[in-house]
């Protein structure tokens, strides 16, 4: 009796269902005439929303660089990637690059995640170790980064998988 009373509860809270109990509806009366829930039996319609429901949406939050003297590695590469969709973001990548003075782009060593998996509303931290490799060392380059590189995820917003900063290499 109890889980009946729930579950008819719960039906007329979400979706204005019929009580069951005698086929009565209370109609207002009035200036509020039109307010109720329900008119005719049909339920309420919502508008809906205005991005498609039910998709990941990667975004890079954050990153930088540090040190790292564990050869062969000279710096460590911290990302903060977030899923703002509604859905879990599974099986994604990601990766980056840089810009030598000399104009050589580099993109060795700049994987940031292969395979990766975020639930909806959640972050992660990826670390990766990476050999800088420039002749000379300049005190900044920019870092360009793409999560979800090769567009494995169908996102609510493909716009914002890219992120870029300057780093100090020094």
């Not at 998709?55 to 564990?70: G, M, T």
């Amino acid at each position: 009796m109890k889980v009946s009373a729930t579950l008819s509860l719960l039906c007329l809270l979400l979706f204005a269902c019929d009580s069951g109990g005698g086929g009565s509806q209370e109609q207002s009366s009035g200036s509020d005439a039109g307010a109720s829930p329900r008119e005719g039996g049909a339920a309420i319609s919502h508008p809906l929303p205005s991005q498609p429901l039910g998709r990941p949406d990667l975004q890079i939050l954050a990153a930088s660089v540090e040190r790292y003297d564990q050869p062969p590695f000279t710096h460590q590469l911290s990302v903060t990637v977030a899923n703002n969709g509604t859905a879990l973001a599974n099986g994604f990548d990601g990766g980056g690059s840089y810009t030598c003075p000399g104009g050589t782009v580099q993109k060795v060593g700049l994987d940031i995640v292969q395979g990766g998996y975020l639930q909806p509303g959640a972050t992660f931290v990826y670390k990766t170790p990476f050999r800088y490799q420039c002749a000379g060392s300049p005190a900044f380059v920019t870092i360009h980064l793409t999560i979800d590189s090769s567009n494995d995820v169908a996102e609510s917003s493909e716009s914002n998988n890219t992120f870029s900063f300057q780093a100090d290499m020094r």
